[in-house]
């Protein structure tokens, strides 16, 4: 080991902007225990964006949307781009640099009004920012929605310069004169990319372009979970490098490892064939196939995250994640498809030791207040020998993690975890009805579940609640119990609901198809890389529009990842530090209609879209609302009006009467006098409808200055 290899990891877009991911982090701090020197990490998810509203990147913006054309697209994708181009809106730099500092500021980031307006300011700019490539394929501001072509799989797309050039439009500015310049001039010999999430994969391959034109020569290595996502799903062998061409290599499953003989072998000078996770491009040879190794969890190094741009995120405090422990120990879900074992659902169960986690935490927490366990499932035993030390340590700092709604939690464990510093945690309760739960082979009991939460609530730790409906052979009724379950409950659960059921081609359900009264089992038609399976199945088919009516209102949550209201990301933690259990109040009380709100100015959290005609108007409406499949046909005389956050409503005309009154603030004792004519009552049930909705926003309360101009 020489030491001598330089190395530059990057974290592409598109993902979260509030934290650093781990990933790289903890491959570069085994790397360095090794007698590595550092690498270089670039999180150019968060330099893209902030590199998106400098001047010379805005005007290059302003220029692109006054010529962006749809012309050259066909089918359901041109109608898609057209209709989503429909009421965007148009990039503001001052305001999204506003709502950038409201969500690093400690005090305003944790006042919800101000909160929603700045999630809002910058889901409207990246909005305004992805219409240059395919208009609307930006979601909650940093989740891809691609045209249908790239999101089921195809290799075509995958491998086509003009679709991927398109998508990565929005950062071109940023990768022509920030990242590959200063790759070029870097002098490294290794570059990786690590893509976590399927909404990376387009960007890590244009950034793989661009680099391998830039520096012919450097090493170039792709890694992480929708790397090996796409080794374990091509339906071909030969689909895996058609999609990663530029890659000389692949890491397939845990990195730590094969990361650190990729460099020894090219310091050495060598190809690095050793290592069982690391697959070469076939233009190296054929490879002898090893069974992929996994990490000794007692050799890892506590990660290092100082190298992390951390001034530039989208947070008033640190959060960082922390992996103790890899697999799950249950491992018996029917539903679950994760990691790569081919045994069972779910990679092998290992933990390193309790003494270990304390000696890490110590020394993140020096660092970072807020350290999530970024992990399958901790096992409960464990938790408690943890918390006990961290106690007895008087340790502070604050930690969530995902755990299974054991009976082993009493109300005296619960609260030993509330002073260790447990905050919330997340569950996969799945569902409330217990065949569908023994058909899951979850191990659980409705009752006993219900029982877990009061403990966890009565110590003021917030429970997330995750779950779905549509599990095969799964009656109405059934699902009619799950949400049933967590309707009688609201007090003992903070975010969260239900979901779908996806069918995954590693889970035990696609495994045994008969034993679960599934027919026709087969991919998304178009797919190459098999992420989901399609399957018949009348039972679950003839109640699915009923029972998605049902569960629209459950999730108390106003955001999609990765803002607050989704389960286990930062801001939510935040909030649940600040609020307690009481969080889900917090985030309904501005949707309430308040007594000072007669003297509050409101304003109009969107615009109407008035251009367009029936077609595309039916479409944006579709595409852009929460329901993905709509609402069937828009009546007529309806207007669309498009909130902030890019969803959509369909207003009838004396609703938009009632909204044009607050295209200027407005405050309610002066909107009443100005329908004079209307009722009262009815009146007031507009003006509850459009808070609840935030169809209008809270704009200045009373006896607070006005703006400066």
């Known amino acids: 080991m020489s030491g001598t290899v330089k190395a530059a990891l990057i974290y592409p877009p598109l993902t979260d902007p509030t934290s650093g991911y781990h990933s790289l982090n903890y491959l570069d701090s085994y790397a360095r225990a090794q007698g590595h020197r550092p690498a270089e990490i670039i999180d150019a998810n968060i330099e893209a964006f902030h590199h998106s509203h400098t001047p010379a990147a805005y005007e290059w913006l302003r220029r692109e949307l006054s010529r962006v054309s749809t012309d050259d697209l066909r089918g359901p994708d041109a109608l898609m781009a057209r209709a989503n181009r429909l009421g965007l809106p148009d990039p503001d730099p001052e305001r999204l640099r506003r709502s950038i500092g409201v969500l690093r500021d400690p005090a305003l980031f944790y006042d919800y009004r101000h909160y929603q307006d700045a999630v809002e300011g910058v889901i409207s700019w990246m909005d305004a920012l992805g219409a240059v490539g ?21 290799v075509a797309a995958l491998t086509d310069e003009a679709v991927l050039g398109r998508l990565n439009r929005p950062f071109q500015p940023y990768y022509e004169d920030v990242l590959i310049p200063r790759l070029a001039a870097g002098g490294h010999q290794v570059i990786g990319i690590s893509a976590t999430y399927q909404w990376q994969l387009p960007f890590a391959l244009w950034i793989a372009r661009l680099v391998r034109r830039a520096c012919p020569d450097v090493f170039l290595v792709a890694g992480g979970t929708e790397i090996s996502d796409v080794w374990k799903c091509a339906s071909r062998p030969e689909y895996v490098f058609q999609v990663l061409a530029d890659f000389d290599a692949i890491v397939v499953g845990e990195g730590e490892s094969a990361y650190t003989e990729i460099l020894d072998a090219v310091a050495a000078g060598a190809l690095p064939a050793g290592h069982p996770n690391v697959r070469l491009h076939p233009r190296y040879g054929r490879q002898r196939q090893l069974p992929l190794r996994y990490e000794r969890l007692g050799q890892l190094p506590v990660p290092d995250f100082s190298g992390l741009p951390w001034d530039l995120y989208l947070s008033p405090e640190r959060f960082v994640y922390y992996s103790p422990t890899r697999g799950c120990y249950w491992n018996k879900c029917t539903f679950c498809d994760y990691g790569l074992n081919t045994d069972g659902p779910t990679s092998p169960w290992r933990q390193d030791t309790v003494d270990r986690m304390v000696a890490d935490v110590t020394e993140l927490s020096r660092f970072a207040k807020f350290i999530y366990f970024s992990v399958d499932v901790l096992a409960p035993a464990t938790i408690l020998r943890f918390a006990e030390q961290v106690v007895d340590r008087g340790l502070d700092f604050r930690w969530g993690a995902e755990i299974r709604l054991e009976k082993y939690w009493s109300d005296e464990r619960c609260e030993l ?29 409705p009752e006993q579940v219900r029982r877990t939460m009061t403990a966890m609530t009565k110590a003021n730790i917030g429970v997330q609640m995750m779950g779905f409906t549509g599990f095969p052979t799964e009656t109405r009724e059934e699902a009619l119990d799950s949400i049933t379950f967590l309707r009688d409950n609201p007090d003992l659960w903070t975010l969260g609901g239900l979901g ?30 098999v992420r989901m399976l399609r399957y018949d199945e009348p039972v679950t088919e003839a109640a699915r529009d009923e029972v998605a009516r049902a569960k629209a209102d459950l999730n108390p949550g106003h955001f999609h990842r990765p803002w607050l209201g989704s389960t286990d990301t930062p801001h939510t933690f935040f909030y649940h530090d600040r609020y307690g259990t009481a969080v889900r109040g917090v985030l309904a009380a501005d949707r309430v209609r308040l007594d000072s709100d007669d003297r509050t100015e409101f304003l109009a959290n969107g615009s109407f879209v008035d251009d367009g005609d029936a077609q595309l108007r039916e479409a944006y409406r579709r595409i852009r609302s929460d329901d993905p499949d709509g609402a069937g046909e828009l009546p007529a ?48 049930r507009v003006w509850r409808t459009f808070i609840g909705q935030r169809l209008i926003r809270r704009h200045r309360a009373p006896d607070q200055p006005a703006p400066a101009s």
Not at 421 to 437: D, H, K, M, T
Not at 501 to 511: C, D, E, Q, R, S
Not at 661 to 668: D, K, R, S
């Open 134 to 154: 395919f208009p609307g394929q930006f979601r909650a501001g940093f989740r891809l929605h691609p045209p249908p072509m790239v999101s089921i799989g195809s």
């Open 637 to 684: 005389g309806r207007h669309l009006f498009r909130r902030a956050d890019g969803q959509v409503f369909a207003l009838n005309r004396s609703s938009r009467l009632f909204l044009d009154l607050f295209a200027e603030p407005l405050t309610l004792a002066d909107a009443q006098r100005r329908v004079w004519v209307v009722e009262p009552a009815v009146a007031e």
């Open 417 to 445: 975890l509330r002073r260790s510093g447990c905050v919330a945690v997340s569950v996969g309760f799945e569902s409330g009805n217990q065949r569908i739960l023994d058909l899951i082979d979850k191990g659980t009991r």
């Open 500 to 529: 779908d059921f996806m069918l995954t081609p590693g889970a035990i359900v696609a495994k045994d198809p008969q034993r679960f009264g599934i027919t026709n089992v087969r991919p998304v038609e178009g797919s190459d890389i």
